[in-house]
Structure formats: structure tokens, C-alpha cells
């Protein structure tokens, strides 16, 4: 299979002719990829329903969500990705361990004008297991790595995990680190919140004055005078939410050292080799960021064990470019070398929090990922 793609003029060709025969032999042949590596295949309706789902997701994927309500009243959503439902399914068979493979189409509106679609498939895998983590994550990223043999690929790896035990060794209050990790995965309002906590002067007037409404139990009269309510928040969680903000802004600001400690982590990158070294410089810090940055060394001699290249992989401490906000450790996104204007051929991380809610409290370790056979499809076309 070619990587090259030598006209980008045909993104139109890519999303609205996609031929259906070659669509489904990509499909067949990673699903072969996956029963080979133990998946059991699954297939998943494509109305789910939405009273627990929508909540799940990350505020990207809630706010561009296909959702409707049935004659009983019932809310329902149209399928945006397949790992919350798996997640479902495997704690309904009380397994301790599982894989899963699946395919099928999934649903996201596009802004206006936009040239992606609002359909478009997945092909995935899904390990729940007992292993240590950083060798699932590593044998996980094998099988996506093999599967996808042949293509040139820009590769970036990350850690969650990285991050988020960097602001919980911080000094600061409890409201403003939960503000914080709320927001790892919107860089820019995570940088507008950090600056403003920092600052001490974020109170603006009309911030001020819903704080005063907030104070003397009329926060729904004032926010009902300042409609109307945007977005799909409720009024209950916009008082909520105004509340925790209330407090942190009571707390004193994040020190100047922290704010840059912060800036300067999500700001690293390297060659993935290198990226365990590179970290050693925050472990004064405390034995958080010390096991998340073992276990990375840990997941890369796997990686090499497993016949990986590690060389031609990169590393972000801060890889947010995806809208799956439930990833909460290892973490990996491919590209399409010179087809900037692809999406990227496979993404996928682990999401231990997830199964975590989902189960109750009860943590099943768990990660997978997905490929987008069109991609496949159009590369193969282009050759």
C-alpha cells in the first residue's frame, strides 16, 4: 500500500466516493488483524440511549452529538464513537479480562460549511485486562502499529497521566485543581483558566455580580434575567459550576512557579527515547510523576520487545488532539505523512476513569483504539 498521496484536491473523493467493495476488504482484513490477536467481535446498535452515555463523553463530542427523544420520552443518542457502550457491555459480563474488536459508522455534526462528514466509519479494538498496564498499552500499540504496515506514518505518543500528576503535586487548592484537570483537554481555555488563577484579578464585573447572586441563593434568578441559558448546560449545573469557581477564586492565586512548571511540561517534546530522561527533572516533584514516567520506560522497552521501531516515534507530554476526553493515560494519534488535510488513520489510549464510573468505583484497567478504514481505502486508491 502507497503512503504517498499526490493530489489533495481529492479530499472531495476521500469523504463522497468511497468505493464500497475496497471499503469492506479494509474492513474484513483489520477485523482478521484483531480475531488473530483474540478479539471477539461485536456489534452494537446504533441508537443508544443517552441518559448516561451523554454525559460520559467530553464536552466536544456532547456539543456535536446526533440526540432525540423517543415517543415515550426516552432520550436517545446516535452512536459518536463505540468504547463508552463496549465499556458497558464487558462490565455487564462481569469478565475480569476481554478483547473486543468492532466496525460499524459513527455520528458527529460539523460546523457549517465544513467538508467533514457528519458519518464515517470506525474499525476498532478494546482490551480489558490483568497485565500491568504499560504492557497492554504497548501490546495494544503493536497490533494498531502492525496493522497499519506499509503506510508512512507521523506518529506522536503521549501520557496523560503526565500532566495530570503534575498539577496534583501542585500547592494550590482543591477547587482549583479539579478546574485544572477539567480542562487538560482544551489547551487554550486550560491556559486562559491557569493565567486568570494565577493572576488573582479574574473577577470581572459581571462575574462579580453573578458571585454576589451565587452568595445569597439567587443565582437562578440572576442567571433566568441574563438569558437565555446557551449551550446544554443546565441551570442547575450552571449554578454548580458558578460555585466551584466562587470558591477558587476565595483561595490565593497559583504561584508564579507553579504556572511555570505547568507551561514548561506541556510544552515538552522529544523523540519517544529520550522523553523518560527528559521527564527526571520533575521528580522532586513527588512519586506521581515518578511511577507515570517508570511506566513510560517500562512501555517503551515493551515497544521494543514487540518489534516496534521506537526510533520513528515522537513524543507530546501534552497530545490533545483528539475530542475523546476520557483518555487518562497512554495515548497515541497516527497520521497520514503529506496529507495534512486527513484526519489521522488511528487514535486510541487508555481510559481506566471510565471503566471506573462506569463500574461503579470499580476499576477494570482498560485500552484500545480505533482506525478509519476510508482513510485506507482512499490511500490505496491514490496508489
Known amino acids: 500500500m502507497s503512503s504517498k498521496v499526490r493530489n489533495p484536491d481529492l479530499q472531495l473523493d476521500f469523504y463522497n466516493n468511497i468505493g464500497q467493495v475496497k471499503l469492506r476488504e479494509k474492513i474484513a482484513a483489520l477485523l482478521r488483524v484483531f480475531e488473530e490477536a483474540g478479539a471477539l467481535e461485536l456489534h452494537l446498535p446504533a441508537l443508544l440511549d443517552s441518559n448516561v452515555l451523554i454525559d460520559l463523553y467530553g464536552e466536544d463530542i456532547r456539543n456535536r452529538a446526533y440526540t432525540a427523544t423517543d415517543t415515550f420520552g426516552s432520550k436517545k443518542i446516535l452512536r459518536p464513537d463505540f468504547t463508552v457502550p463496549i465499556v458497558q457491555l464487558h462490565i455487564a459480563t462481569k469478565k475480569k479480562e476481554a478483547k473486543y474488536s468492532y466496525s460499524g459508522s459513527v455520528w458527529r455534526s460539523q460546523p457549517h460549511e465544513s467538508k467533514k462528514p457528519s458519518e ?228 486510541g489510549g487508555r481510559y481506566d476513569a471510565l471503566t471506573s464510573i462506569l463500574g461503579k468505583g470499580k476499576k477494570i484497567p482498560a485500552v484500545g483504539g480505533i482506525i478509519r478504514p476510508e482513510i485506507l481505502s482512499f490511500l490505496n486508491g491514490d496508489a
Open 120 to 347: 464515517y466509519h470506525q474499525v476498532g479494538f478494546e482490551y480489558f485486562h490483568e497485565i500491568e498496564a504499560w504492557k497492554a498499552d504497548a501490546q495494544v500499540f503493536e497490533l494498531f502499529y502492525r496493522s497499519l504496515k506499509g503506510i508512512e506514518l507521523h506518529t506522536d505518543l503521549g501520557d496523560m497521566g503526565i500532566i495530570r500528576a503534575i498539577v496534583k503535586c501542585l500547592d494550590i487548592s482543591d477547587t482549583k485543581r479539579r478546574l485544572l484537570l477539567r480542562h487538560l483537554w482544551r489547551p487554550a481555555r486550560f491556559k486562559q483558566l491557569l493565567s486568570q488563577l494565577s493572576t488573582g484579578d479574574s473577577i470581572t464585573d459581571p462575574k462579580a455580580m453573578l458571585f454576589r447572586a451565587v452568595a445569597n441563593e439567587k443565582a437562578e434568578d440572576y442567571i433566568k434575567e441574563n438569558g437565555p441559558i446557551m449551550g446544554k448546560r443546565s441551570i442547575d449545573e450552571i449554578i454548580a459550576r458558578s460555585k466551584d469557581l466562587m470558591r477558587a477564586e476565595s483561595k490565593k492565586p497559583i504561584s508564579k512557579s507553579a504556572v511555570l512548571l505547568i507551561e514548561k511540561i506541556q510544552t515538552l517534546q522529544s523523540s519517544l527515547v529520550d522523553a523518560p530522561k527528559n521527564l527526571t527533572e520533575f521528580f522532586h516533584l513527588g512519586s506521581e510523576i515518578v511511577e507515570v514516567c517508570d511506566n513510560l520506560a517500562r512501555r517503551i522497552q515493551s515497544m521494543t520487545e514487540l518489534g516496534v521501531n521506537v526510533n520513528e516515534l515522537n513524543f507530546v507530554a501534552n497530545l490533545t488532539r483528539t475530542s475523546l476526553e476520557y483518555y487518562d493515560g497512554f495515548i497515541f494519534i497516527s497520521s497520514v505523512k503529506g496529507a495534512s488535510f486527513l484526519p489521522p488513520v488511528a487514535q
